[in-house]
């Protein structure tokens, strides 16, 4: 087996975007200081919008536009209460993740006529890059929304440390009294950055179920908005190291995938990305502490 | 308090508010997506009480509770513990496990596969002690994400090690007759687990309310800070708390495994959703212990009368799923409403 070819890189890329896009979110909370759990439902959501919408338009792009709308609408179920009146956003968050498992395996059954999995020639999924001109190896059968995660890291790293905008947001959400008493509409950030999720959180969704595969299948998030969530543990808010933390995800994807293919049982694979993780969490952790232990 | 004002006070009150909103918004999307709510709602309760389905609710009410004091009791000492499947699974399987590998006299085959099975699943669970206290790793995320390579593991040894021989389904053979569950009087579906595990409700509630450790369990999820100064060992309190969660948890799995039918099957432990309607039945309860078993109640007829109501109304019984999710959702909601209220 060997993991330096090109479609193992390929697979981790592919594996990668929808927890990128999804943690992008996530660490723009974490930036003003929302704990935002509930990109794991969000995600779910998002996907089944994408597929709905792309089979009745016969339009992947529109697919995506329905994603990104429902589910900053999905995300506003959060922002109203866990920002506007102050409730438990941990407590809403999982009723959110419940929310969306409910609905999306209801309306499965209502608009497609029976649960599990649908997919269908109807079903329109995102265009592969290769198709649109882009004809190199590692991004060749990738989905436009590949790179514009990869973009958006670019984007947001240079946004949150070098505009004013940024800076402000970074502000609110190191000391919030401090940020209040010079003026800064702490509140309305607030609100944007969980609107804001719900959008990445669309896209990661329709990344998942247009992009990744052309399907919608009862709970495919699977945990991606759990892993997107530690990423942004992971990552110190900083969007560079939070790649970096999506990438080490993408890889036990990947890699699970070819074990799976070399003969392990289907249960290692699905668990590795899980062990990996949680182990990622527990070293960084552990480094943490060894550096404050020294600095003390 | 006079008898109108108790009424008054129990109507009021967030349990019943957010369930009456939640069903509400759910008859709304009822509405949206074309179900009739006057043939659905008949055919719930018919599914969950009528006819046989009523001793079928009472042994799903079983694993609900127990899964409810597996959310509880963390939650008591301000731990979230999510994950309820994995410490299910590997409590069912390992006392599917024992039952099947060690030949066990009677009682003490039904015994020690349940000790097993709680062990199992307080082990789980303690992993994400140390990591909360030491490493300040959320609860939340490290129950998670133990919870599906547990599930995984469970899957496996159930498909491989532990499978019966030449049926090709992902199951384990049926367990030796002596460590089968009696049942409960003439039943054929309710277990000596029932009973079981309503006198763990009631040592819990007693533990809860009564005992020093308790206290100290309340005390640190109350405030961890205060709790550390006025002497109490939080992070050893929150290890008992998460680990005695997981052992109400593993010891719920090894409940299904021995009782009928007296096997452990792939899936069958996790695809009820027992954990999720159990976390909805703890946060509607809104820390009230006491109201604990009455939240489960209402969700298991919510849950099992869903089933009912595919069967009949051809209505998909994820409805309940949006329910459980809308009522934990109001319930937050309300919670910071009446706090407000009191300042």
Same mark, same amino acid.
């Given at each position: 087996?060997?993991v330096?070819?090109w ?5 981790v890329?592919?594996a990668?975007?929808?927890v990128l896009?999804?943690a992008?979110g996530g660490l ?5 200081g929302?704990?935002? #759990? %509930?990109?794991?439902?969000q *995600? @779910?959501w998002g996907?089944?919008v /994408?597929?709905v919408v792309s089979?009745?338009? =016969?339009s992947?792009?529109?697919?995506v536009a ?5 589910t900053v609408l999905?995300s506003?179920?959060l922002?109203?209460p866990?920002?506007?009146?102050r409730?438990?956003?941990?407590? #809403? %968050?999982?009723?959110?993740? *419940? @929310?969306?498992?409910g609905l999306? /395996? ?6 497609? =006529?029976s ?5 269908s020639?109807?079903?329109?999924g995102?265009?592969?890059?290769g198709?649109l001109?882009l004809d ?7 989905s436009?929304?590949v790179p514009?995660?990869l973009?958006?890291?670019?984007v947001?790293?240079?946004w949150l440390?070098r505009?004013?905008?940024g800076l402000r947001?970074r502000a609110a959400g190191?000391?919030?009294e401090a940020?209040?008493a ?6 309305a950030y607030?609100h944007?950055v969980?609107?804001?999720?719900g ?6 969704g329709a990344?998942?179920s247009l992009g990744?595969v052309?399907l919608?299948s ?11 969530v ?5 990552s110190?808010v ?6 970096l933390a999506?990438?080490l995800f993408?890889?036990a994807?990947?890699?699970?995938f070819?074990?799976q293919g070399a ?6 694979a699905?668990a590795?990305?899980y ?11 552990l480094?943490?502490r060894?550096r404050?232990?020294e600095h003390? | 308090m006079?008898a ?12 019943v508010?957010a369930?009456a909103?939640?069903?509400?918004l759910?008859t709304l ?10 043939l659905?709602y008949?055919a719930l309760?018919r599914g969950a ?6 001793e079928y ?5 079983v694993p609900?509770l ?9 939650l ?10 994995g410490?299910?699974?590997?409590g069912g399987?390992?006392?599917a ?8 006299p009677?009682?003490?085959a039904v015994v020690l596969?349940l000790?097993a099975?709680?062990?199992?699943g307080g082990l789980?669970?303690a992993v994400?002690?140390?990591l909360?206290?030491?490493?300040k790793?959320?609860a939340i995320?490290?129950t998670?994400l133990?919870s ?6 469970a899957?496996y040894?159930?498909?491989f090690?532990l499978?019966?021989a030449?049926?090709g389904?992902?199951?384990?053979p049926t367990?030796p007759?002596?460590?089968h ?8 579906y309710?277990?000596i687990?029932l ?5 763990l409700?009631?040592l819990?509630l007693?533990?809860d309310?009564r005992?020093?450790t ?7 999820g ?6 550390r100064?006025?002497?109490v ?11 005695g969660?997981?052992?109400f948890?593993?010891l719920s799995?090894?409940?299904?495994v021995l009782g ?5 099957v ?6 009820p959703?027992?954990t999720?309607t ?5 946060l509607?309860?809104?820390a ?12 298991t007829?919510?849950q099992?009368g869903?089933q ?6 051809g209505?998909?019984?994820q409805?309940?799923q949006i329910?459980q999710?809308l ?8 919670a910071t ?7």
């Amino acid at each position: 087996m060997n993991v330096f070819e090109w479609s193992f890189l390929a697979g981790v890329l592919t594996a990668t975007a929808p927890v990128l896009l999804a943690a992008l979110g996530g660490l723009l909370c974490q930036v003003v200081g929302v704990f935002n #759990i %509930a990109l794991e439902g969000q *995600l @779910l959501w998002g996907a089944f919008v /994408a597929v709905v919408v792309s089979d009745l338009t =016969g339009s992947a792009w529109a697919g995506v536009a329905g994603a990104v709308a429902a589910t900053v609408l999905f995300s506003a179920l959060l922002s109203i209460p866990a920002v506007g009146l102050r409730a438990d956003p941990i407590v #809403i %968050a999982v009723g959110l993740n *419940l @929310l969306a498992l409910g609905l999306t /395996a209801f309306l499965m059954r209502q608009i497609f =006529g029976s649960g599990g999995t649908y997919s269908s020639p109807d079903l329109t999924g995102l265009p592969d890059l290769g198709e649109l001109g882009l004809d190199v190896p590692v991004l060749r059968e990738q989905s436009p929304l590949v790179p514009v995660a990869l973009l958006l890291v670019v984007v947001m790293a240079t946004w949150l440390t070098r505009s004013r905008s940024g800076l402000r947001l970074r502000a609110a959400g190191q000391h919030l009294e401090a940020a209040e008493a010079v003026g800064l509409p702490v509140a309305a950030y607030r609100h944007g950055v969980t609107l804001a999720a719900g959008a990445l959180c669309g896209l990661a969704g329709a990344q998942l179920s247009l992009g990744n595969v052309t399907l919608f299948s009862e709970g495919m998030s699977a945990g991606r908005g759990w892993i997107a969530v530690v990423a942004v543990m992971l990552s110190g808010v900083l969007p560079y190291r939070l790649l970096l933390a999506c990438l080490l995800f993408g890889v036990a994807e990947a890699f699970g995938f070819r074990l799976q293919g070399a003969g392990l049982p289907q249960q290692a694979a699905d668990a590795a990305p899980y062990v990996i993780t949680l182990a990622a969490l527990v070293l960084a952790a552990l480094w943490r502490r060894k550096r404050s232990h020294e600095h003390a | 308090m006079t008898a109108p004002a108790l009424a008054r006070r129990v109507v009021v009150s967030a349990p019943v508010v957010a369930v009456a909103g939640a069903l509400a918004l759910t008859t709304l999307v009822m509405l949206v997506v074309g179900v009739d709510p006057t043939l659905a709602y008949p055919a719930l309760i018919r599914g969950a009480v009528a006819d046989g389905n009523l001793e079928y609710t009472v042994a799903a009410f079983v694993p609900t509770l127990g899964m409810a004091l597996a959310f509880a009791l963390p939650l008591r000492a301000g731990e979230f513990n999510l994950g309820g499947d994995g410490q299910l699974a590997a409590g069912g399987v390992a006392a599917a496990a024992l039952a099947l590998l060690v030949p066990l006299p009677p009682v003490v085959a039904v015994v020690l596969p349940l000790v097993a099975g709680a062990l199992a699943g307080g082990l789980v669970a303690a992993v994400a002690a140390p990591l909360s206290t030491r490493l300040k790793i959320p609860a939340i995320v490290s129950t998670l994400l133990i919870s599906t390579p547990a599930v995984a593991l469970a899957s496996y040894l159930v498909r491989f090690p532990l499978a019966e021989a030449g049926t090709g389904i992902a199951q384990t053979p049926t367990l030796p007759d002596a460590a089968h569950l009696p049942f409960l009087g003439g039943s054929g579906y309710v277990t000596i687990g029932l009973p079981l595990i309503v006198v763990l409700t009631g040592l819990w509630l007693y533990a809860d309310g009564r005992t020093v450790t308790g206290y100290e369990i309340r005390a640190t999820g109350q405030n961890r800070e205060f709790a550390r100064y006025g002497g109490v060992r939080v992070d050893r309190v929150a290890a008992v708390a998460l680990a005695g969660g997981g052992a109400f948890a593993g010891l719920s799995g090894a409940l299904i495994v021995l009782g009928p039918p007296y096997r452990f099957v792939d899936g069958a432990l996790t695809a009820p959703g027992y954990t999720f309607t159990a976390v909805a039945a703890v946060l509607l309860a809104s820390a009230r212990p006491v109201v604990v078993p009455l939240t489960v109640a209402l969700l298991t007829v919510l849950q099992v009368g869903g089933q009912g109501m595919e069967r009949e109304a051809g209505v998909p019984s994820q409805l309940t799923q949006i329910v459980q999710g809308l009522i934990i959702v109001i319930v937050a909601v309300l919670a910071t409403l009446q706090a407000r209220r009191r300042r």
